[in-house]
């Protein structure tokens, strides 16, 4: 089970992290991902790390403003945002797969001045 937070409303320029808190599975064995979705969009995929944490790829879109991690003691994965945009609104996800396998509930974000 998969459940994101820390999503919320911030201005353009601004930053937010996010977590995933897994249960249920072998977390520290398992590849992450961030993804997410804009209502009538396709489901977006932003980035993933392996499961020691030391190799991680991003999407274009957010490589150099995004920076993901995990804290496999604590089952947790995490989304750091900065320089946050408009177009970064959105529904975000973490999920088990780049095809949002198993994602769960995810955590709105809302870029707006």
């Known amino acids: 089970q998969l459940q994101a937070s820390g999503g919320g409303l911030v201005q353009p320029g601004g930053s937010l992290r996010l977590s995933c808190e897994a249960s249920g599975f072998n977390f520290a064995e398992t590849w992450m991902y961030w993804l997410r979705q804009v209502p009538g969009k396709e489901l977006e995929w932003l980035s993933s790390?392996?499961?020691?944490?030391?190799?991680?790829v991003y999407a274009d879109s957010v490589r150099g403003r995004f920076s993901i991690s995990r804290d496999n003691a604590k089952n947790t994965l995490y989304l750091r945002m900065n320089n946050l945009k408009p177009e970064d609104t959105a529904l975000y996800y973490c999920?088990?797969?780049?095809?949002?396998?198993?994602r769960g509930r995810g955590t709105q974000v809302t870029v707006s001045s």
């Open positions: 999920a088990l797969s780049r095809q949002g396998d198993s």
């Open positions: 790390i392996n499961s020691g944490g030391r190799n991680f």
